[in-house]
C-alpha cells in the first residue's frame, strides 16, 4: 500500500510522523511524496491556535479534492478537540485520539484491510526519512504535560505525560545513526519533564545517549525554562549537545506572565540565559512571545519589549493572541482590540528582525561545523554548482556554494556574509 503522510503544527507532529513512516515501512508498505500518488493518507492535526484549526480543515479537505479515492485517517489535537460531527461532515474515513497514536498504523492497516508484509520483504527502516528531505529526525520522547498555562489548549488534548523509557529511545537512536543520519531533536508537549513518570529525568537521558549512542549532534525542541538546573547546562560541555535551546518566555511582563500562570519569572530567565551563555559564548537562544494577551497595556507591553530587547535572542517565534475556547485565558477580562493585538505583532517581528540580524552580522568571520542538507544542483552557462544549505552548531541557517555534493556531511565552515536574511559561507 502506498501512504502519504502529513502534518502541521508542532516538531511533536513531525516526530510523531516519523515514527509512522518507519511503522508502515516495516510492514511493508511504501511512503508517498504526493497525495495524489497515495492509497491512504494521514494528517496528523494542529489546534494550538484557531489559525491552526482553520489550516488543519483546510489541509484535510486539500488531500480530499487532490485524491478523493484514497482513504484518510486523521490524528492530533485538531481531531481530539472537534465535535465528531464536525469531523464526520468532512468524510473522515478514520480518527485516531491522540492517547492511542501508538496505534495508528496497526489501526490503519486493519481498517483498510491492508496485506500483510511477506515474510521475505525486507525495507530500510529510516529511508523515508530522507524521502522527505532530512538528514536529521525528530525524536519523540514524552507526551502531555502537568502544568496548565492559561493560554495553552494543548495540554486539554494531550493529557497527562507519559514518557518512553530510555532503553527505548537509545535503541532507536542507534538504528538511525546506522543509516546515517547525523542529528537528533528530542521532542515532546513537556520536553523537560521527561521521566516524571519513570522515576528518570531529561538529564539521565542526554547521559544515555551520550554514553551509549554515536549520534553526532543531539538537539532540543522547546523546553520550559524553569526546567533547566545548573547540572543539565554542564552537560553542553559536551560538543555532541548543540549550543542552542528554544525557550519560551511568552512575556517579557512578569504581570502578564503570572496572568498566564507562567512558573518562570523575567529575572529568572535573565539569570538562566546568562548562565548558558557564560558557559558557551554563541549559545542561541529562540523563544515564543505572544502580542495582545489580556490585561496587557501599553505600559506592560513596553515594559515586555524592553526585556526582550535584552534578551539577545536568534529568532522569535511571535504570535498574535487569539482567544482559544476551552481555555482559562478566554474568559478572562480586559481583552486587547484585535487592532492593537495586530500592532504589537508587528512592533515585535521588527524587534526579532533586529536581534537576528545582530546576531548574524556577529557571526561573520566564525568558523563552524555544519550539517549540510541536500543541496540543489543549479546549471548555468558559467558551469554547474552545488548550493547548499545547513545548520551550524548553534542553529544558524548557512548558504554554501561547492562543486561537489555536500548532502548529510558535518564540515567545517566559514561565514563569509549575509545574503537574503541567510548566512552565506566557504567550506574549508
Known sequence: MRIHLSALGCRLNEAELEQWA??????????????????VMVMNTCAVTREAVRKSRQKIQRLQRENPSAKLVVSGCYSELSDP???????IDLVVPNSRKDELVPMAREAFQMPNMPQTATFPATATLFTRNRHRAFIKIQDGCRYRCTFCIVTVAR???KSRTIKDIVQEVRELHENDVQELVLTGVHVGGYGSDLDTDLASLVRALLADTDIPRIRFASVEPWDLSPDFIELFANPRL???MHLPLQSGSDSILRKMARRCKTADFAELTAQLRDAMPLFNITTDIIAGFPGETDELWQESLEFIATQQFGHIHAFTYSEREGTKAASLPDSVPMPVRQRRSRELHELAQTLKAEQQSAAIGQAHSVLFERGKLIENANGNFWRH???????????VESS???ANQILQTTITGIENEKLTGVVA
Open 404 to 406: 561537489t555534493e555536500l
Open 242 to 244: 548543540q549550543p542552542h
Open 85 to 91: 460531527a464536525e469531523l464526520a461532515e468532512l468524510g
Open 389 to 399: 544549505q545547513g545548520y551550524t552548531p548553534n542553529y544558524q541557517r548557512v548558504v
Open 159 to 161: 493529557g497527562a505525560e
Open 22 to 39: 518507519v511503522a508502515f515501512a516495516k510492514a511493508g508498505d511504501q511512503v508517498a511524496n504526493d497525495a495524489s500518488d497515495a492509497d
